[in-house]
Each structure stands twice: as C-alpha cells, then as structure tokens.
C-alpha cells in the first residue's frame, strides 16, 4: 500500500512563502518521479511542476517559474514544495502526487497525498 | 499549453443511468489521457491512463475511449459510489493540463 502523508494546513500573510511536505516509505520513493498539482476551491486543478527521482532535476510549469522550489530528502523519504510571494490567489489545496512505475516520467499519477490547505489571508 | 475541455460541467443522473463524458483537446494528443475520480474532500484518484487502460482497482463499468483530440469515459451502469467529479488530463507533454471537471449528482 503506497502512502504519501504530507505535512498539515498553512495560514500564510500575502508576500510570505509556505513550504508543503510529502513523506512516503523507502521503498515507494526511490526512483519515482513526483509531481505537485494544486486546486483552488471549488476549482479545478493545476500542475505545478515536478521533481525526477535524484532531486537534480524540476521542471516547473510557466506559470510558477521563478516562484516554485521542489526538493527531495532521501534520508527521509520525503520531498517538499516551496512557494514563494504569496497573494489570496495562492489559496487552495496542494497535492503531491507519485508516478505509477519506477523511473518512469509517463505522468501517469496513481498516487495522491492527502492534500495540505494552504491560505492566504491578511 | 494544452487546453481540455470537458462537458457536460455537471449532469444529474439515477444509480442504474449510462453516463458519458466527453473531453477533447486543443491539439493531437494521440492516447495520453487519463481519467480521474475525485470525491468530495478527497484527493484525485487515477481511473483509466492511455485513454483506455484501467488501474486495477477501477470496477469494468468504467470505459474510456478516444485518440487524437476526442475522448470518452463512460460509466455503463451508474452506482451509489460513482457521484463525484471527473477530470481528464492530458499526459502528452509538458505542462500537464486537466480539464475542468464534470460533476455527477444524484437525480
């Protein structure tokens, strides 16, 4: 059974940054491709970006490039994501998501964390 | 980007309806889409990957089709546990997109 526990809700000032975790056992980390993807509420939803199996390489979509850091700890299994200049049009719930197969970049995304609410408010 | 665009947006139907959504894309995609259930408070949960394939969880009443830019999911026999939204995503190329979501509710 393949988990992705990710860290709890945010509530964040506009202009601040939120960084999200996403923790998953050894064996369901190593040599997976994950991705974030994120939706406003009541909307639908958004690819952020993602992060290949060694951490060396993101890509990002356009839209949150020079805004979006995506890292990963292999000591802990996890990853993060890091959002940066906040404005209320941040608010939403931010997923990690894994890739169904080993090294594989189908962006097929059969594993979904539980989702983390992020607002931002003043 | 690759837009989607799904309809019906929403559609009330009975346990027992045939359901069918449709999506098509902005540009060839070939067969890389996939098909996702998202109930209320949940997170997506992946039903059908290169337009047709099913994950293994997913029951055979649930049917995808299509290639190029037209696609379908089909639900042959609507159950209590099916009412929620669906959203395909084109698996194509970079940036992933989804659709705008289809949300299925009780007649």
């Known amino acids: 059974q393949v988990q992705l526990v990710q860290s709890g809700a945010e509530v964040k000032k506009p202009g601040a940054s939120v960084k999200v975790s996403c923790k998953t056992s050894g064996d369901a980390y190593t040599n997976f491709y994950f991705h974030w993807v994120r939706q406003a509420p009541g909307q639908g939803l958004q690819w952020m970006g993602k992060?290949?199996?060694?951490?060396?390489?993101?890509t990002y979509a356009e839209t949150f490039q020079g805004r979006v850091t995506m890292t990963r700890e292999s000591s802990t299994s996890s990853l993060s994501m890091e959002l940066s200049g906040l404005t209320s049009e941040d608010t939403a719930m931010y997923y990690c998501?894994?890739?169904?197969?080993?090294?594989?970049?189908?962006?097929?995304?059969?594993?979904w964390g539980q989702g983390t609410l992020v607002t931002v408010s003043s | 980007a690759i837009q989607l665009t799904q309809s019906p947006s929403s559609l009330s139907v009975s346990v027992g309806d045939r359901v069918t959504i449709t999506c098509r894309a902005s540009?060839?995609?070939?067969?890389?889409l996939a098909w996702f259930q998202q109930k209320p408070g949940g997170p997506p949960s992946l039903l059908i990957y290169?337009?047709?394939r099913l994950e293994g969880w997913v029951p055979s009443r649930f049917s995808g089709s299509g290639s190029g830019t037209d696609f379908t999911l089909t639900i042959s026999s609507l159950q209590p546990e099916d009412f929620a939204t669906y959203f395909c995503?084109?698996?194509?190329?970079?940036?992933?997109?989804f659709g705008g979501g289809t949300k299925v509710e009780i007649k």
């Open positions: 995503q084109q698996m194509d190329s970079y940036p992933l997109t």
């Open positions: 540009q060839d995609i070939r067969r890389a």
């Open positions: 998501a894994r890739e169904r197969d080993v090294f594989s970049s189908s962006s097929r995304l059969a594993y």
């Open positions: 290169d337009a047709s």
């Open positions: 992060i290949n199996p060694s951490g060396r390489s993101t």
